[in-house]
C-alpha cells in the first residue's frame, strides 16, 4: 500500500505567532514521533508552507483575514521547532493560499492508497488540503486523526472535523481529547 504523511502549516506564526494557539503548540511532539515513523518506514512525506509577500494586506484574504502571518523569509515563515529540522528530508511544498492544488496533483499523480493529513489551522488549511486531495484523488483514503490537527479556535475546528467526516473523510482520534 503507498501511504503519504501531509503536515500542514506547521508554522511557527500558526504555533507561537499571531495565530498560535496551546493546542498547536501541544502537537509538536506527536508530529515529530509520527513524522519520524512515516520517514523510517520509507513513506513520502510532505510539508506544506502557508506563503505570503507584503502586499499580503491587499490581498482578498488579508482583506478577510487582516492578521499579517508566514511572510516568506520571516522567523514566523519557519516550520516550528524539531520538526524544521525533519522537513529537511521530506518535500517541502509553498502555498499563497488555503489550498494546495500542487499537493493534491502530487497525491494524485504518485497514485497513494493512502494519506494522512496533520497539522493546522483545522479549520481552514487543513480543511481545505483533505478536500483538495479527495477531490484530485476520489479514490485515495484521505485521514485526519484530530490528536494531529489544532486550530486557533477549538469549536470551529470541531465544526471542520465533522464537515470533512461528512465528505467521506476518515477522522479518526478520540472526540473527548
Same mark, same amino acid.
Not at 92 to 112: C, M, N, P
Given at each position: 500500500?503507498?501511504?503519504?504523511?501531509?503536515?500542514?502549516?506547521?508554522?511557527?506564526? =500558526?504555533?507561537?505567532?499571531?495565530?498560535?494557539?496551546?493546542? +498547536? &503548540?501541544?502537537?509538536? @511532539?506527536?508530529? #515529530? %514521533?509520527?513524522?519520524?515513523? @512515516?520517514?523510517?518506514?520509507?513513506?513520502?512525506?510532505? =510539508?506544506?508552507?502557508?506563503?505570503?509577500?507584503?502586499?499580503? +494586506?491587499?490581498?482578498?484574504?488579508? #482583506?478577510? %483575514?487582516?492578521?499579517? /502571518?508566514?511572510? &516568506?523569509?520571516?522567523?514566523?515563515?519557519?516550520?516550528?521547532?524539531?520538526?524544521?529540522?525533519?522537513?529537511? #528530508?521530506?518535500?517541502?511544498?509553498? &502555498?499563497?493560499? =488555503?489550498?494546495?492544488?500542487?499537493?493534491?496533483?502530487? %497525491? /494524485?499523480? &504518485?497514485?497513494?492508497?493512502?494519506?494522512?493529513?496533520?497539522?493546522?489551522?483545522?479549520?481552514?488549511?487543513?480543511?481545505?488540503?483533505?478536500?483538495?486531495?479527495?477531490?484530485? +484523488?476520489?479514490?485515495?483514503?484521505?485521514?485526519?486523526? /484530530? /490528536?494531529?490537527?489544532?486550530?486557533?479556535? #477549538?469549536?470551529?475546528?470541531?465544526?471542520?472535523?465533522?464537515?470533512?467526516?461528512?465528505?467521506?473523510?476518515?477522522?479518526?482520534?478520540?472526540?473527548?481529547?
Amino acid at each position: 500500500m503507498r501511504r503519504a504523511l501531509v503536515i500542514i502549516d506547521y508554522q511557527n506564526d =500558526f504555533v507561537t505567532g499571531s495565530l498560535g494557539s496551546d493546542d +498547536a &503548540k501541544a502537537l509538536e @511532539s506527536v508530529l #515529530r %514521533i509520527h513524522v519520524s515513523d @512515516s520517514l523510517a518506514r520509507g513513506e513520502d512525506v510532505y =510539508f506544506t508552507k502557508d506563503t505570503h509577500g507584503d502586499d499580503y +494586506a491587499s490581498t482578498d484574504e488579508g #482583506r478577510h %483575514i487582516p492578521v499579517a /502571518r508566514c511572510l &516568506k523569509g520571516t522567523e514566523g515563515w519557519e516550520i516550528h521547532g524539531s520538526l524544521r529540522g525533519l522537513s529537511e #528530508r521530506c518535500t517541502v511544498l509553498e &502555498k499563497g493560499t =488555503f489550498g494546495s492544488t500542487e499537493l493534491a496533483e502530487i %497525491i /494524485r499523480d &504518485k497514485g497513494y492508497d493512502e494519506v494522512e493529513v496533520c497539522g493546522v489551522a483545522t479549520n481552514i488549511c487543513v480543511l481545505a488540503n483533505a478536500v483538495l486531495i479527495k477531490a484530485y +484523488a476520489p479514490e485515495c483514503r484521505v485521514i485526519v486523526d /484530530r /490528536r494531529h490537527v489544532a486550530s486557533y479556535d #477549538r469549536s470551529l475546528g470541531e465544526s471542520a472535523l465533522k464537515v470533512m467526516a461528512s465528505m467521506c473523510i476518515d477522522v479518526t482520534g478520540d472526540e473527548n481529547r
